[in-house]
């Protein structure tokens, strides 16, 4: 598949990466890989956030987006995380996907280190030039704590593949800007459930979602609709699901995801790393309300 702007619209799930006794658990991952694509979800992104990144040893984060990449077998796009707050570890992992076959790679900004947007500019700018791969930028500034400024995304943009980037701001004055700024095929995607209507309405392509997780069938329907304009349809399901958005980061994500799934049915166990926990009782009471409520469970 060769991945341009054009194949990366819709909902695509920022996968859970199942584990068992402390190890990634292989099967379970194969299993809801295969129930989201059988669901009408668009993509598939591995080893990013909700897929616990920053808890996954080296090895194990090639080999997750190894095993999604075969299990996908070219159904729908795969957008492998691979970013860094070390552009030379950005650009291995990058490497590593492009070597498995991922259809494209979600580079986060840099955490912790606090880059100016020069740094930030430059060390995308490295990751393009060492590895030929179309790339999905990630700016994140709740989590990162630097803010990726619309004006560096639109430098980047210039660069051949650079195609797009995952917004997860919340502001959509930001995200307005962005798509003023950037050329007409470049790729915006929201990053936060609750503004991924909105941000198809007003230019974006769809959303990198926590929610279609447990929901991916409503949420590729959500995203079909905003795209074809169908104001009515798309209104009626984000106020369905929207309590239940609200219900995944009740409690610090991917942990609600997580449980939601093992609830369902659909992974072993809600199993999570340090120093992430599973959820408290009133966390989990209100998952369990928000879930039953779109009949989930």
Same mark, same amino acid.
């Given at each position: 598949?060769?991945?341009?702007?054009?194949?990366?619209?819709?909902?695509?799930?920022?996968?859970?990466?199942?584990?068992?006794?402390?190890?990634?658990?292989?099967?379970?991952?194969?299993? *809801?890989?295969?129930?989201?694509?059988?669901?009408?979800?668009?993509? *598939?992104?591995?080893?990013?956030?909700?897929?616990?990144?920053?808890?996954?040893?080296?090895?194990?984060?090639?080999?997750?987006?190894?095993?999604?990449?075969?299990?996908?077998?070219?159904?729908?796009?795969?957008?492998?995380?691979?970013?860094?707050?070390?552009?030379?570890?950005?650009?291995?992992?990058?490497?590593?996907?492009?070597?498995?076959?991922?259809?494209?790679?979600?580079?986060?900004?840099?955490?912790?280190?606090?880059?100016?947007?020069?740094?930030?500019?430059?060390?995308?700018?490295?990751?393009?030039?060492?590895?030929?791969?179309?790339?999905? *930028?990630?700016?994140?500034?709740?989590?990162?704590?630097?803010?990726?400024?619309?004006?560096?995304?639109?430098?980047?943009?210039?660069?051949?593949?650079?195609?797009?980037?995952?917004?997860?701001?919340?502001?959509?004055?930001?995200?307005?800007?962005?798509?003023?700024?950037?050329?007409?095929?470049?790729?915006?995607?929201?990053?936060?459930?609750?503004?991924?209507?909105?941000?198809?309405?007003?230019?974006?392509?769809?959303?990198?979602?926590?929610?279609?997780?447990?929901?991916?069938? %409503?949420?590729?329907?959500?995203?079909?609709? %905003?795209?074809?304009?169908?104001?009515?349809?798309?209104?009626?399901?984000?106020?369905?699901?929207?309590?239940?958005?609200?219900?995944?980061?009740?409690?610090?994500?991917?942990?609600? %995801?997580?449980?939601?799934?093992?609830?369902?049915?659909?992974?072993?166990?809600?199993?999570?790393?340090?120093?992430?926990?599973?959820?408290?009782?009133?966390? *989990?009471?209100?998952?369990?309300?928000?879930?039953?409520?779109?009949?989930?469970?």
């Amino acid at each position: 598949m060769t991945t341009t702007g054009k194949n990366l619209e819709g909902a695509f799930t920022a996968i859970v990466t199942p584990m068992r006794d402390g190890k990634v658990d292989e099967q379970s991952l194969t299993d *809801l890989i295969n129930f989201q694509i059988d669901n009408g979800i668009h993509g *598939l992104v591995p080893c990013g956030t909700t897929g616990e990144s920053a808890t996954l040893g080296f090895d194990e984060h090639k080999r997750v987006i190894d095993i999604t990449v075969k299990a996908v077998d070219g159904r729908v796009p795969v957008v492998a995380g691979t970013g860094a707050n070390s552009t030379a570890e950005a650009i291995e992992l990058t490497e590593s996907a492009r070597d498995s076959g991922a259809d494209a790679v979600l580079s986060v900004v840099p955490y912790y280190n606090k880059p100016s947007q020069e740094g930030l500019y430059q060390h995308f700018k490295a990751i393009t030039e060492a590895v030929d791969i179309p790339m999905v *930028l990630y700016n994140v500034p709740s989590r990162t704590v630097t803010n990726m400024a619309p004006a560096t995304v639109a430098r980047l943009a210039e660069l051949s593949n650079v195609i797009g980037i995952k917004e997860a701001c919340g502001c959509l004055n930001q995200i307005s800007e962005v798509i003023r700024l950037c050329p007409k095929d470049f790729v915006v995607l929201s990053g936060d459930d609750f503004t991924s209507m909105p941000t198809v309405l007003i230019g974006g392509k769809g959303v990198i979602s926590v929610t279609s997780n447990v929901a991916p069938k %409503a949420m590729a329907e959500l995203m079909e609709a %905003a795209l074809k304009g169908d104001l009515a349809t798309a209104n009626e399901i984000h106020y369905k699901l929207f309590a239940l958005m609200g219900s995944m980061f009740c409690y610090p994500n991917p942990a609600p %995801a997580k449980k939601g799934l093992h609830l369902m049915g659909k992974i072993a166990t809600p199993e999570i790393r340090l120093p992430m926990t599973e959820m408290d009782e009133s966390s *989990l009471n209100k998952l369990i309300t928000e879930m039953k409520a779109v009949e989930l469970i």
